[in-house]
């Protein structure tokens, strides 16, 4: 069974930076896709970046592309989220998800299609 832990976050004032980190274990992600989710007070879970099944490109919502930066260190089973030039509009409980046996060509970003959740990790961002 895969278990995903997130850590990382925190509070940061606007223009500032953050790196939250998913470490997994149980299984390996060999039949996975894996990526990043957040939910803002009141608002539906997002997907915010993602790698697809057996890719090392990630993909990137519209709202933080150029500002996000997705990446994985697979010995040590990491996957990481650098978040830079963070706005108040990124504020979220952040989640790290994978979803076994992903749909071939399907869209990573869909948070319905994720069957393993961490527990999340809190984002604020204020001055």
């Known amino acids: 069974q895969l278990q995903l832990v997130e850590s990382g976050g925190g509070l940061v004032q606007p223009g500032g930076s953050l790196r939250l980190s998913c470490a997994h274990s149980g299984d390996t992600l060999d039949d996975h896709r894996i990526g990043w989710f957040r939910q803002a007070p009141g608002m539906e879970r997002e997907g915010v970046s993602c790698?697809?099944?057996?890719?090392?490109?990630?993909t990137y919502a519209d709202s933080v592309k150029g500002r996000f930066s997705l990446s994985r260190d697979n010995a040590k089973n990491t996957v990481y989220l650098q978040m830079n030039n963070l706005k108040p509009e990124d504020t979220a409980l952040y989640y790290c998800?994978?979803?076994?046996?992903?749909?071939?060509?399907?869209?990573?970003?869909?948070?319905?299609?994720?069957?393993?959740w961490g527990q999340g990790t809190q984002v604020t961002v204020s001055s």
């Open positions: 998800a994978a979803e076994s046996f992903p749909e071939y060509g399907s869209s990573c970003l869909v948070p319905d299609d994720y069957n393993y």
């Open positions: 790698f697809a099944l057996n890719s090392q490109t990630p």
